[in-house]
């Protein structure tokens, strides 16, 4: 049983018997009253979002999530291919189910596929990736001041915010979770 005081992101809980997996939350204390935790959830199963609030003391069973690590092998039309390394079976999930979790991921790289008693409802890619520039802006000389992002696409397609310094050719660093440039490499 997990209580609401101790809820993380990413955790999974079973609430009115449906499978919620805590996307945010926040404690608030105010001036007048009992404390309370306000959550926003995602149905594992259907997929829909949902604000909840609740005290502190509250509990539920945690829910029994299977994270299997899998090779992605390639796209083919709206279907992503997945490999099991051990048994070496292979999986494959629609497009509408994997959603941007695929962005940042190349061919050949382990991801991780959630399931709750059989169904898989996400995929969580790598949290960081190293990714080549293919298309960007050069960037102007002397342009020194901080914090100026320019657009880039990645090898994958997708596109990401990076300092003015970096070029077509370099490789970085990607966090997939934010989507956020972290260094080149």
């Known amino acids: 049983m997990v209580s609401a005081g101790d809820f993380r992101n990413g955790m999974t809980v079973e609430i009115e018997g449906k499978v919620l997996q805590i996307v945010e939350f926040q404690h608030v204390k105010p001036g007048k009253g009992a404390a309370f935790v306000r959550t926003k959830c995602?149905?594992?199963?259907?997929?829909?979002?949902?604000?909840?609030?609740?005290?502190?003391?509250?509990?539920?069973?945690?829910?029994?999530?299977?994270?299997?690590?899998?090779?992605?092998?390639?796209?083919?039309g709206e279907q992503y291919i997945y490999m099991d390394m051990e048994s070496y079976e292979q999986l494959s999930l629609n497009e509408e189910l994997v959603g941007d979790a695929m962005k940042f991921?190349?061919?050949?790289?382990?991801?991780?596929?959630c399931s709750y008693k059989g169904n898989v409802f996400s995929v969580e890619p790598p949290m960081f990736v190293e990714l080549e520039i293919t298309d960007t802006e050069p960037g102007l000389r002397g342009d020194t001041a901080t914090n100026v992002m320019k657009p880039a696409t990645v090898e994958t397609g997708a596109e990401i915010k990076v300092p003015i310094f970096v070029n077509i050719g370099d490789k970085i660093q990607i966090d997939t979770r934010t989507s956020e440039y972290l260094k080149r490499v």
């Open 42 to 76: 995602k149905d594992v199963i259907n997929g829909g979002v949902v604000e909840k609030t609740f005290r502190p003391t509250e509990s539920f069973p945690q829910a029994p999530i299977e994270r299997k690590e899998m090779q992605y092998l390639y796209k083919d």
């Open 105 to 113: 991921v190349k061919e050949n790289e382990m991801c991780r596929i």
